[in-house]
Antibody, heavy 119, light 107 residues
Framework: EVQVVESGGGLVQPGGSLRLSCDAS????????LSWVRQAPGQGLEWVSI????????QYADSLKGRFTISRDDSKNTLYLEMKSLRVEDTAVYYC????????????WGQGTLVTVSS | EIVLTQSPATLSLSPGERATLSCRASQSIGGYLAWYQQKPGQAPRLLIY???YRATGIPARFSGRGSGTDFTLTISSLEPEDFAVYYCQHRSSWPLTFGGGTKVEIK
């Protein structure tokens, strides 16, 4: 069974940094593209970033370029999202999702980790 | 950026009724559209991909159709567990985007 579990969320001050992790199991991690999607409280889904199999390429939402960095460690079956210069509007639940092979559809999701940016 | 507009924002129906949800893209996306279901406090779940293909384990009462700019998700007969929020998403180009969602609520 595919499982992805996010961690690393918490309270951070505006301008601060945070690194989220996503531990995965139940599939061949290195063969899978992976993504982050976020959801602000009471709002809809917003795609954040994606990384291809083996980390060969990455893509970001236009509004986040330069502040967020996605990476992966295939030896640890772990996906990361490094976030810096955080803003109040980055407050959201951050979901890790696996990507259906050959597509950009999100076919398995974690339960999310809450990031709160507040002074 | 491709904008996806979902309508209606809220759909009030009774169990057993048919639900029809719409997603319109700001430019043609071919058949590159998916639908997700999200229940309160839960992560989204993939229902339909490439406009009309049901994901693994999704009941046959869920169906999708459309191409270009206009897409529809139909739930043929609402079950109690189908009351939720539904989102569409495209994969036609970067950045990927989601629609704003349609809430299907019990009338």
């Amino acid at each position: 069974e595919v499982q992805v579990v996010e961690s690393g969320g918490g309270l951070v001050q505006p301008g601060g940094s945070l690194r989220l992790s996503c531990d995965a199991s139940g599939f061949t991690f290195s063969n899978a593209a992976l993504s982050w999607v976020r959801q602000a409280p009471g709002q809809g889904l917003e795609w954040v970033s994606i990384i291809s199999e083996y980390g060969g390429s990455t893509q970001y939402a236009d509004s986040l370029k330069g502040r967020f960095t996605i990476s992966r460690d295939d030896s640890k079956n772990t996906l990361y999202l490094e976030m810096k210069s955080l803003r109040v509007e980055d407050t959201a639940v951050y979901y890790c999702a696996t990507v259906m092979s050959g597509t950009w559809w999100f076919d398995a999701w974690g339960q999310g980790t809450l990031v709160t940016v507040s002074s | 950026e491709i904008v996806l507009t979902q309508s209606p924002a809220t759909l009030s129906l009774s169990p057993g009724e048919r639900a029809t949800l719409s997603c319109r893209a700001s430019q043609s996306i071919g058949g590159y559209l998916a639908w997700y279901q999200q229940k309160p406090g839960q992560a989204p779940r993939l229902l339909i991909y490439d406009s009309s293909y049901r994901a693994t384990g999704i009941p046959a009462r869920f169906s999708g159709r459309g191409s270009g700019t206009d897409f529809t998700l139909t739930i043929s007969s609402l079950e109690p567990e189908d009351f939720a929020v539904y989102y569409c998403q495209h994969r036609s180009s970067w950045p990927l985007t989601f629609g704003g969602g349609t809430k299907v609520e019990i009338k």
